[in-house]
């Protein structure tokens, strides 16, 4: 569990009666909704209540993590492939733009620009011919 949830549930835990086996009992069964549940108390919040809510927290957690660990290690735990991550779950961050506004983007280096650069050209059957601007 992650260091920022761990006291949520360890509250709970430590006020219930000793030996009990689970922390929330009331939503046990495998047929109750827990989207609607959901809503119904993120509604009563300032938050208010936003569309395709469980994709919407595993999108923001996906791509919290991916900020800090391996793509493959997040996948992993997340429960999806990178191909799934980035079409459907990572997200461009406003601290993202704010982190490249101040730290600035490095340009892609020559050397690792040009063979992408051939690779398309062949791929058309072009003739592509290496020019030096400097």
Request: hydrophobic share 30%; with cysteine; proline share 9%.
């Amino acid at each position: 569990m992650f260091p920022e949830v761990l006291p949520h549930p360890r509250e709970v835990f430590e006020a219930a009666v000793p030996g009990t086996e689970h922390v929330i009992t009331r939503y046990r069964k495998t047929d109750q909704n827990l989207r609607t549940q959901s809503k119904r108390i993120i509604r009563k919040t300032p938050l208010g209540t936003w569309p395709k809510l469980f994709q919407n927290l595993r999108s923001g957690r996906q791509t919290e993590l991916a900020d800090q660990f391996p793509q493959q290690v997040v996948c992993k735990w997340i429960g999806n492939s990178e191909p799934v991550a980035a079409e459907h779950y990572l997200q461009v961050t406003n601290e993202h733009f704010e982190r490249a506004a101040i730290t600035g983007v490095e340009p892609v280096p020559r050397a690792a620009q040009n063979p992408v650069q051939h690779a398309r050209a062949d791929l058309h059957g072009g003739k592509h011919r290496e020019t030096d601007p400097r």
